[in-house]
């Protein structure tokens, strides 16, 4: 069941890409997200890949790549640390408020949240909005600095980029996920 899922994210994901950017709508289609359970699954399920996004950089970094570049990139390390921990905020709504860390695809798809676990999520995703905006900016302006970084570096970088770019894609594939039950 979860494969036909991951089928369906990557089919309205590759119709988002020729569509156009998710990104503007990322807000919107994160709000969309929440009307039913199975909304609420994908999405948590799109900011836990986030999450392990951010921290596969910051494993990158501070493992592969030496204490100097650890040094050199505090700001996309301190943005990658801010969104783990609003990653695992959401995480923690979806299982304690919204209850639904045992979401099942066949009973529980088509029903509604509650209203306290619609809007915990919906302020909680606002601030990951937030803040993946400004990861990403930051990421992309590390890519283009000109001083020579180490190639270990330049591979973290342009690999989360590529990770993040991913994220708002997801998140529209759940908003209209949210319509097929």
């Known amino acids: 069941m979860l494969n036909k899922i991951s089928f369906i994210l990557l089919t309205f994901g ?29 999405m ?3 900011v836990l890949n986030l999450e392990d996004s951010a921290d596969e950089f910051s494993y990158q970094v501070s493992k ?21 921990q609003i990653t695992s905020n959401v995480t923690d709504i979806n ?4 209850e639904n860390a045992d979401f099942n695809l066949n009973t529980d ?11 915990q999520l919906k302020n ?15 990421i992309n302006k590390g890519i283009q600095q000109p001083y ?3 190639a270990c570096v330049q591979m973290a970088r342009k690999n989360f980029k ?14 209209k996920l949210v319509s097929t039950v």
């Open 64 to 84: 592969r790549c030496g204490p100097e570049a650890t040094a050199n990139l505090t700001k996309e390390l301190s943005d990658a640390s801010e969104l783990m």
């Open 124 to 138: 909680e995703m606002a601030s990951l909005n937030t803040s993946y905006r400004k990861t990403r900016t930051d």
């Open 148 to 150: 020579g970084a180490p």
């Open 95 to 98: 299982d304690k408020v919204c």
């Open 162 to 175: 590529f990770l993040l770019s991913i994220f708002p894609l997801r998140i529209e594939a759940c908003a």
């Open 44 to 46: 948590v399920e799109s």
């Open 109 to 119: 798809s088509d029903k509604q949240p509650s209203d306290d676990c619609a809007n």
């Open 14 to 42: 590759l119709c988002g890409m020729v569509q156009g950017s998710a990104l503007s709508d990322l807000s919107q289609n994160s709000n969309s997200s929440v009307k039913n359970l199975l909304g609420i699954y994908c």
